[in-house]
Each structure stands twice: as C-alpha cells, then as structure tokens.
C-alpha cells in the first residue's frame, strides 16, 4: 500500500481536545515521488478529481489539488515534495517522514 504522511493543519487539528476549534480547508498528504502518481490515482478511484485549474503536475510543481465532484468532499492536496524544487526546502521530505507518526496503509 501507499503509507502517505498527514501535514499540516490536519496533524494540528489532532493536538485539539476539541476538533472543531481548529478548522481544516484540505488534507494534506506526502507521499514518496515514487508513489505519487500511484496515490492520485487511488484519490480519483476514491471520487476526488485533480484540479483543472493551472495545478497540473509539471516538473515544476510539488503537489496536486483532488477535490470532490459536487463539492461535498474535503479536498485532498497530495504532496510529493514540501516545496517547489526550484526554492530549497530548509526541511527535507525524509527528515519529515521520519519523525511522522505512522498512519495507517491505504
């Protein structure tokens, strides 16, 4: 399976004893480069779309944007690197990786 790392506002929420006092817009997942392309696709089979607009995967860009249908799903942006690779990242995908938490395979 795909063992992604949850980011961001997501990973915060979870430090609240009351969820709902921490709003979360998307879920941010990293996964490998490697799994990427693998991980997007199990989005889409799972009913989330990549977004169309100007987020597609370029050599250029680092994540991409899936969204629900009719709107009723959170977003879902799927990382394969923390920032552009042409703006040096002072923490490195691994070094995250390795002090993540594991969740479960999906």
């Not at 795909?2 to 979870?14: E, F, G």
């Not at 709003?23 to 989005?43: G, H, I, K, M, Q």
């Not at 959170?74 to 594991?102: G, K, M, Q, T």
């Amino acid at each position: 399976g795909i063992a992604p790392t949850l980011l961001n506002d997501s990973a915060v929420q979870r430090l609240y004893a009351d969820p709902a006092l921490r709003v979360v817009n998307a879920l941010d997942l990293l996964v490998d480069t490697a799994e990427a392309e693998r991980a997007s696709a199990r989005l889409q089979r799972l009913g989330l779309t990549p977004s169309e607009q100007g987020n597609e995967r370029r050599p250029s860009r680092f994540h991409l944007l899936h969204r629900g249908v009719d709107g009723s799903a959170i977003p879902v942006d799927l990382h394969w690197r923390l920032s552009p690779p042409y703006r040096p990242c002072a923490v490195e995908r691994e070094a995250v990786r390795a002090r993540a938490r594991p969740l479960a395979e999906w």
